[in-house]
């Protein structure tokens, strides 16, 4: 049977488009890899957000190339943006790529996958099961048996800002805003597909305007809500720009909604704001955020903080140190500034590498305090937490997400997949807080987030303590 393995480099965008592709491949009969050895197609999902992710992405393709010399059937596939970027410098950089697909060739990728089928026959029911599903269906293209549990919808594609050190509205173009009514048809399938917690994704959510009935991002969050059968809401990326205190009210008073916001910063000095076009200054960023305390209290705020951009001066780094401090956000994402090629930030004087590594590990330090101090709030607490799958580093052990976003890492109490899968939410009681999460005890497994708990046995020893 035909087999495709997708690799995903970069942010839920791609992640989503990821999915696409999956739902397109299956619905044109293949399978899905874990292993790109094995498969018939191979599928690098691209970023070009900073430089490391564009090196990275040129060594996966080499790396496929041996596979294809292995078995010179296997079709090796790039899309992405740097796919979008790179799209002729690429057939010179990496030949053995059979084919190459922008950001808004996807369409066009699932007819490929169709066509390259070994089996394929060119008739009309084939082309009829291709058209089956929409752009941006509810595939499940990442390999475990828990990713249905988690669906990401794209709401919108591109952006419109230009913040001067950004290439995703060079190769993603302008905003693109999905009409409602094709996003709670996506969203329905998700949830008929298992879906527990829903993330509506855009580079820039909430900006979103329903191009056919003008409805605002909070308007598009309660009609989702409202749904039947969604568990969990939560949403990625906003901009401080157009975050309003409407908003920040849907936040407080939808009970699907997760309590977290995602609202990058960048920097805590007006004047880099300014440079970087950001459209905001520090004490609108204040402001805004005095609304969701005010009305969403529970909420946890996270951010994206980048340091030596052009221009940064030890005091323009110590305002942003500053701002960490007074907002303990609950998490960042720290990026040292990478210029960008075709961007304006990208031409200016840049600062050495050793001084933004410096400034990043400062950062870090002090970002990790108030992650730490949040963290160790829940020790003692019992909470539910979504389940991710078995932990990275120890098998035993189950992952999982709270609705804040923070990860627990508990035994499994020898559960099975299967009886977890049908009980996703578990109840953890908190026993000990990191900077990377909490570790815990599991107590209960519940099918929904607000039902019942089924208890959890007690480790075999207990029982034979008891003896
Ligand atoms: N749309 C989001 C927003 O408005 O903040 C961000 C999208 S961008 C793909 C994700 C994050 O990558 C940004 O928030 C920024 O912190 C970081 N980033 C983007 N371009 C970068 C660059 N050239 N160098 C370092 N970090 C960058
Ligand atoms: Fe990039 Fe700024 Fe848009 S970070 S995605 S240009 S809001």
Known sequence: MASIYIETFGCQMNEADSRYIADRATASGYEIATDPALASVVVLNTCTVRDNAERRAYGRMSHFKALKTADPAMKIVVCG?????DRDRMQTLAPHVDAVFGTSDLVRLGDALAA???DFVDDEASEARALLRPLGGAADCVTDGYSHLRAFVTVQRGCSYYCTFCIVPHVRGRFDHRPMG????????AIAAGARELTLVGQTVNAYRDPAGGADFADLLETVAALPGLERLTFVTSHPKDFTEKLARTLGAVPQL?????LPVQSGSDALLRRMNRKYT???YEEKVGWLREHAPDCVLTTDLI???????EADFEATLELCGRMGFAQAFMFVYSPRRGTPAALWEQIPPEVGGERLRRLAQTVDRG???LHRTKTGSV????????SRKDPAKLAAKTLENITVVVPDAGLREDEVVARPWLEVRVDEAFTWGCTGTLTGIAEHFDGPARPVAGPAYDLLALR
């Open 307 to 313: 340091v030596a951009f052009p221009g940064e001066s």
């Open 371 to 373: 992650i730490r101090a």
């Open 81 to 85: 943006c740097l796919a979008e970027q």
């Open 282 to 284: 520090i004490a609108q």
């Open 182 to 189: 094709e996003i709670l048809a996506e969203v329905r399938s």
């Open 383 to 390: 909470v539910r937490a979504l389940v991710q799958g078995p």
């Open 116 to 118: 390259w089928r070994p």
């Open 258 to 262: 997760n309590p977290r916001l995602h």
